[in-house]
Antibody, heavy 123, light 111 residues
Framework: QVQLQESGPGLVKPSQTLSLTCTVSGGSIRSDKSYWSWIRQPAGKGLEWIGRIYTSGNTDYNPSLRNRVTISMDTSKNQFSLRLTSVTAADTAVYYC???????????????WGQGTLVTVSS | QSVLTQPPSVSGAPGQRVTISCTGSSPNIGAGYDVQWFQQHPGRAPKLLIYGDNYRPSGVPDRFSGSKSGTSASLAITGLQAEDEADYYCQSYDNSVSAVVFGGGTKLTVL
């Protein structure tokens, strides 16, 4: 059973960098042919896809965030990470990491999710 | 403004059937990208309900079904139960922005 767990600061100051890590257990991000994604949800609002990293290390980002986002992976720790720079109050949200185990470029399969972690941007 | 449009809310009595629509356009659902559906209870992570337009992951009751036609998709829930009360999101891919996209979500109330 694959499990994902987000970790990182719950409070970030405006203009600073938000950094989160997702630790994967029950599977290997190096060998599991999946996309590893970050998705966020502001309070009372819908889901927004931030971006993803593939097993190979290739990344895709939401165009609306591309100039501020970096997703990386550390296969030795079985973790992948999110960095979001120059944050504002609009970046306050619950951040989820998720596995997309799709084998098709025409589909997605977000089958495993972390429990989510609330990040508040405030001075 | 979400790329995929869902009604903000739907409701139904226990035992009834409800449907939730998800309207897209040519670069996403209309291009042939699959639609997925997620159920989210308050304070919980989303749960995959339907993938590949109409496939259910193991453990999802067959009361839940998905369909797609043209630029729209629908989620149907039959035999409504109290525990079905949740938010539901559709999801697809959009090649005009090269991004995974979600609908704005629909709150299902079981009367």
């Amino acid at each position: 059973q694959v499990q994902l767990q987000e970790s990182g600061p719950g409070l970030v100051k405006p203009s600073q960098t938000l950094s989160l890590t997702c630790t994967v257990s029950g599977g290997s991000i190096r060998s599991d042919k999946s996309y590893w994604s970050w998705i966020r949800q502001p309070a009372g609002k819908g889901l927004e896809w931030i971006g993803r990293i593939y097993t190979s290390g290739n990344t895709d980002y939401n165009p609306s965030l591309r100039n501020r986002v970096t997703i990386s992976m550390d296969t030795s720790k079985n973790q992948f990470s999110l960095r979001l720079t120059s944050v504002t109050a609009a970046d306050t949200a619950v951040y989820y990491c998720a596995r997309d185990s799709t084998s098709s470029s025409w589909s997605n399969h977000f089958d495993y999710w972390g429990q989510g972690t609330l990040v508040t941007v405030s001075s | 403004q979400s790329v995929l449009t869902q009604p903000p809310s739907v409701s139904g009595a226990p035992g009834q059937r409800v449907t939730i629509s998800c309207t897209g356009s040519s670069p996403n659902i209309g291009a042939g990208y699959d639609v997925q559906w997620f159920q989210q209870h308050p304070g919980r992570a989303p749960k995959l309900l339907i993938y590949g337009d109409n496939y259910r992951p193991s453990g999802v009751p067959d009361r839940f079904s998905g369909s797609k036609s043209g630029t729209s998709a629908s989620l149907a829930i039959t035999g409504l139960q109290a525990e079905d009360e949740a938010d539901y999101y559709c999801q697809s891919y959009d090649n005009s922005v090269s991004a995974v996209v979600f609908g704005g979500g629909t709150k299902l109330t079981v009367l």
